[in-house]
Nanobody, 124 residues
């Protein structure tokens, strides 16, 4: 049973930083794709960042240069480092995973397992 548990969300002022974590468990395969998504109130879920082709990364245009996705394979933990946060970054952030081919675009159908989310609120 795959389980993804996010943590690290909170409330910060614009310009601040947060680091989100996602603890992954239940995998029996070595080839796992991970990604981060977010959903703001009244909006659809948006892809934020993902790994593909082993360790290459891709980001949504709205977060390029401010967010960094990373992973610790020893502890099966995924991270999202968020800097220079803006009020428009306010959303529920979700970790997602998929066993198999890792796509270079960040779309919900490419992922099969999801965490419960962690809330990020950025005030101006």
């Amino acid at each position: 049973q795959v389980q993804l548990v996010e943590s690290g969300g909170g409330s910060v002022q614009a310009g601040g930083s947060l680091r989100l974590s996602c603890a992954a468990s239940g995998y029996t395969y070595s080839s796992v794709c991970f990604g981060w998504f977010r959903q703001a109130p009244g909006k659809g879920r948006e892809g934020v960042a993902t790994f593909y082709s082993r360790s290459r990364t891709v980001y949504a245009d709205s977060v390029k240069g401010r967010f960094t996705i990373s992973r610790d394979n020893a502890t099966n933990t995924l991270y999202l480092h968020m800097n220079s946060l803006k009020p428009e970054d306010t959303a529920m952030y979700y970790c997602a995973s998929h066993i198999g081919y890792c796509y270079s675009d960040i779309r919900e159908p490419h992922f099969s397992d999801w965490g419960q989310g962690t809330q990020v609120t950025v005030s101006s």
